[in-house]
């Protein structure tokens, strides 16, 4: 079956421009992650998303970060007035439930970030 | 917090050398525990997982056992290719915070000269 999609896959953008990244998970996921990988900092927990339950944002960098996901599918990342240390890879992830056991995620391909 | 730590990187060896990479963590309760692999251009996929004490994950000849004594979830492989270049990732699912949000060791970059 199809995998996790991500849109763009590069990005290039001006400093202080806003971004929105796409994340489409496996049909039938319902818990959908977002990670940063940077060379300074590693894979780095964003924002999670399970079913209709509250996200949990604990681990956007700042309030500049936002990300919503409609319909329990889809999900887009915006990163408003972006700046250079944003600059990384945007991963999406998807995982069949959670609650009760621990199924592995499911990594897309990500998009490249660089702000300019 | 939880926390994975990994050896430094990067690990060069000759085809058919033996490999690990070691992995160690620190957590609350009792984690399930994974390796992913990047390959080049390429994204993360599972490699490998366990996800109580004692399990042992095995996939391509790769092999890791959670050992809950010594918090460790070594990744090893008897025989290494030039195909297994790549970045190694450990990661934990962290149980406690309800999310399963995962925490990632820094990677370990692993080069095979053929």
């Known amino acids: 079956g199809a995998g996790v999609s991500q849109s763009p896959s590069n990005k290039v953008t001006e400093k202080g421009k806003d971004v929105e990244l796409r994340c489409d998970p496996i049909s039938g996921h319902t818990a959908l992650y977002w990670y940063r990988q940077s060379l300074g900092q590693g894979l780095e927990f964003l924002i999670y998303f399970q079913g209709n339950s509250a996200p949990d944002k604990s681990g956007l960098p700042s309030d500049r970060f936002s990300a919503e996901r409609t319909g329990g599918s889809v999900s887009t990342l915006t990163i408003q007035r972006t700046q250079q240390e944003d600059s990384a890879v945007y991963l999406c992830?998807?995982?069949?439930?959670?609650?009760?056991?621990?199924?592995?995620?499911?990594f897309g391909p990500g998009t490249r970030l660089t702000v300019t | 917090g939880n926390s994975v730590t990994q050896m430094e990187g990067p690990v060069t060896l000759s085809e058919e050398a033996f490999l690990t990479i070691n992995c160690t963590y620190t957590?609350?309760?009792?984690?399930?525990l994974f390796w992913y692999v990047q390959y080049p251009g390429e994204g993360l996929q599972l490699l490998l997982k366990a996800t109580k004490a004692d399990d042992k994950g095995s996939n391509k000849g790769f092999e890791a056992t959670y050992r809950k004594e010594t918090t460790s979830f070594h990744l090893g492989k008897g025989s290494v290719q030039v195909s297994d270049s790549a970045v190694y990732f450990c990661a934990l699912s962290d149980q406690g915070s309800g999310t399963y949000k995962y925490i990632f060791g820094t990677g370990t970059r692993l080069k095979v000269l053929a």
């Open positions: 992830a998807s995982s069949r439930l959670t609650s009760g056991a621990t199924y592995e995620q499911y």
């Open positions: 957590a609350t309760g009792y984690p399930s």
